[in-house]
């Protein structure tokens, strides 16, 4: 079984006007803030990325528009790495981040909404490039590949295949009969809640620049902000509740918001999922909140309650915001920020991490495995919501998480090659799998990754990317069975 090059190449054509298209817009901020090096510098970005994907659309036709699971497969990473490598280019010509395979570690961070940056204080860079910035977090976070599946049928291609690649969660489910469709009322949903927290962001004070670098990157789960100070610069709790509000939403299966778009309001607050999601927060927070003010860290309760559910939210939501210095805090808050980091948010969300279905399916099958080895003749089925789980779901799930916590414990032995403390360095494999970008003690929120060589960070690169699109588009592509013909 060979590839289908033509269509693989006519995606990758797709792609690369999409990435030249959208930034035309951090043109237009550059020409409206008089940034004449930025300018120049997003102007010769779209004169790359724009023609070459026009050349591959134009001039590379398709004889059979079928698309195998490989083509899936191998188009999700391709498309990745490839819109990385456009997205890089400004950073550089603006000389932002001159050394370009530095600028491809942010321009990846951006793209996987993971929020992790080598740049001390953004508040400092052109506009047009904090608008950039936040921007990749914004395309990046319902997946590039989603909103050009709802083009595909224009070219007479299924996107079925790239959508199982993109997406390979164990509950994603179509909203519509057409997976085209269902992208197109997926982008709508996320468009008209971009816009309301653009609203309401600028209801609270914020111009409109700021509020869109942080709807952008708080409804794409990217947590970046264009202050040194990040969130705590406004010292607003309307802000933070905005923001942490939006965190959430986007947390949130999207699927679950067709359910309301169709009156179905009782079955959007039944999901399994999304109740054990916000339990899972709420309890955290309290947790947390009651461990501030116990140990003194800050002097009132409301001032616990404030810091405690904005850094829980930030952490489970994988957005990475902070309001206070968590590293300062006692170790019992830190861990449980770190479990959240692990956990993540709902599926089909614009989280990263192993999400909270994934969890319970494991809690599920280990309560299983307890009650059968004092029943061992028992059938005891896994049910979620009231519905059994097949066994190759379960299956799915059990091999993904081996396979997580296999690539996040050799992610830790080859971050320790660079010799920094045990926190710092476990943290940045699980913030950088995970897609969440803040870390413990070095990484914290005066922190970033400068402080990792090169070629770490082109590792924390692929694991960004692998992260985003759930390890198996990636590990496959290193299996020598994927490339063969049979």
């Not at 690369?16 to 409206?32: H, K």
């Not at 004070?205 to 040194?228: A, E, M, P, R, V």
């Not at 590792?459 to 299996?479: K, P, Q, W």
Request: contains cysteine; hydrophobic residues 50%.
């Amino acid at each position: 079984m060979s590839f289908n090059y033509r269509v693989i190449i006519r995606i990758i054509g797709i792609i690369s006007v999409m990435i030249g298209t959208a930034m035309i817009l951090p043109f237009i901020v550059a020409v409206i803030y008089h940034e004449r090096t930025a300018g120049f510098a997003f102007l010769k970005s779209v004169l790359i990325a724009l023609p070459i994907g026009l050349i591959l659309l134009f001039f590379v036709r398709t004889e059979s528009t079928t698309l195998k699971i490989r083509d899936g497969y191998i188009i999700a990473a391709l498309c990745w790495f490839i819109a990385s490598a456009y997205g890089a280019f400004p950073y550089m010509f603006s000389g932002a981040i001159p050394n370009y395979l530095e600028a491809y570690f942010e321009s990846v961070s951006g793209f996987t909404t993971t929020g992790s940056t080598i740049i001390d204080d953004f508040s400092i860079m052109p506009k047009a490039i904090q608008f950039w910035r936040s921007f990749s977090h914004w395309l990046g976070a319902m997946g590039i590949l989603i909103l050009a599946i709802s083009l595909l049928p224009a070219l007479g291609i299924g996107g079925l295949r790239i959508a199982s690649a993109e997406a390979p969660g164990p509950t994603v489910e179509k909203m519509s009969t057409k997976i085209s469709d269902s992208a197109r009322i997926l982008y709508l949903m996320y468009l008209t809640f971009t816009i309301i927290e653009i609203c309401l962001l600028k209801l609270g004070g914020l111009n409109l620049f700021d509020s869109l670098i942080h709807t952008f990157s708080s409804i794409g789960t990217g947590g970046l902000s264009n202050y040194k100070q990040g969130i705590a610069h406004f010292d607003n709790f309307y802000i933070e509740f905005v923001i942490i509000f939006f965190s959430i939403v986007a947390s949130v299966n999207f699927v679950l918001y067709g359910l309301i778009l169709k009156g179905r309001i009782k079955d959007f607050f039944k999901d399994s999922e999304l109740r054990t999601f916000l339990m899972i927060l709420f309890i955290s927070a309290l947790l947390i909140t009651l461990n501030l003010w116990l140990s003194d860290t800050y002097d009132t309760l409301g001032e616990s309650v404030r810091k405690g559910f904005f850094q829980a939210t930030a952490f489970i939501s994988t957005s990475g915001y902070a309001i206070a210095d968590y590293t300062y805090w006692p170790s019992f808050s830190q861990m449980i920020l770190f479990c959240l980091m692990l956990i993540g948010g709902c599926s089909a969300s614009t989280c990263g991490s192993v999400k909270v279905i994934r969890v319970m399916i494991i809690f599920k099958l280990i309560i299983r495995g307890i009650y059968k080895r004092l029943h061992p003749n028992a059938v005891v089925p896994i049910k979620i919501g009231g519905k059994i789980i097949s066994s190759d779901t379960v299956s799915k799930v059990s091999s993904f998480t081996i396979l997580y916590f296999t690539v996040f414990i050799f992610s830790i032995l080859v971050i320790s090659l660079e010799n920094h403390d045990m926190l710092t360095t476990i943290s940045a494999a699980a913030s950088t799998l995970s897609n969440t970008g803040m870390g413990m003690n070095l990484l914290g929120p005066n922190g970033n990754y400068s402080i990792f060589s090169l070629p770490i960070r082109l590792y924390m690169s692929v694991l960004m990317i692998a992260g985003r699109l759930e390890l198996f588009t990636i590990i496959m592509l290193l299996s020598p069975s994927f490339w063969r013909a049979r």
